[in-house]
T-cell receptor, first 116, second 112 residues
Framework: GAGVSQSPSNKVTEKGKDVELRCDPI?????LYWYRQSLGQGLEFLIY????????KSGLPSDRFSAERTGGSVSTLTIQRTQQEDSAVYLC??????????????FGPGTRLTVT | GENVEQHPSTLSVQEGDSAVIKCTYS??????FPWYKQELGKGPQLIID?????GEKKDQRIAVTLNKTAKHFSLHITETQPEDSAVYFC???????????FGKGTHLIIQP
């Protein structure tokens, strides 16, 4: 079946501009996660959604980062006033319902963001 | 919070030999330990996972072992093949719904 999809696959933006990254989870998966992968920091957890709510926002690096999820499906990650240090690959993962100990997370291909 | 250490950062083995990657974690409450394989330009792919009530799990040429007392877990790949070449990440989480904490990754190179 269809896996997690993300768009765009690549995004180049100028410093100071806002960007929106999109994630379509696996159908029926109620949990959705955003991660960031960069050379210096490895894979970092950003935010997690259960349904449309985000009980854990602890990983967002600054208030320029926000995320929402509508209809328990598609999610968007928004970065305002982008900085060069925001350059990274942004990965989305989804997990099946119901949440349980050790629910598997399945990743999308990622969006490579380059801030010039 | 959780901290996951992974070794080695690079591992080169002859095709057909075995490869072992080791990880340690700091949070004794962690109870879920997945392993991911990432090929260039792609997202991480879940290859095997283990939960804290199990000491070992096998899936064909891949096995994972967990020592809760020592807080370490390992990935074992036997009869390595060229397509096993990739970056492998270990991870840990405390609850099913938490974000995963990843190790820094191991670049596995299979020499023909």
């Amino acid at each position: 079946g269809a896996g997690v999809s993300q768009s765009p696959s690549n995004k180049v933006t100028e410093k100071g501009k806002d960007v929106e990254l999109r994630c379509d989870p696996i159908s029926g998966h109620t949990a959705l996660y955003w991660y960031r992968q960069s050379l210096g920091q490895g894979l970092e957890f950003l935010i997690y959604f259960q349904g449309n709510s985000a009980p854990d926002k602890s990983g967002l690096p600054s208030d320029r980062f926000s995320a929402e999820r509508t209809g328990g499906s598609v999610s968007t990650l928004t970065i305002q006033r982008t900085q060069q240090e925001d350059s990274a690959v942004y990965l989305c993962a989804s997990s099946p319902s119901p949440p349980r100990v050790g629910a598997e997370q399945y990743f999308g291909p990622g969006t490579r963001l380059t801030v010039t | 919070g959780e901290n996951v250490e992974q070794h080695p950062s690079t591992l080169s083995v002859q095709e057909g030999d075995s490869a072992v990657i080791k990880c340690t974690y700091s949070d004794s409450a962690s109870n879920y330990f997945p392993w991911y394989k990432q090929e260039l330009g792609k997202g991480p792919q879940l290859i095997i996972d283990i939960r804290s009530n199990v000491g070992e799990k096998k899936d064909q040429r891949i096995a994972v072992t967990l020592n809760k007392t020592a807080k370490h877990f390992s990935l074992h790949i036997t009869e390595t093949q060229p397509e096993d070449s990739a970056v492998y990440f270990c991870a840990a989480s405390r609850r099913g719904a938490d974000g995963l904490t990843f190790g820094k990754g191991t670049h596995l190179i299979i020499q023909p």
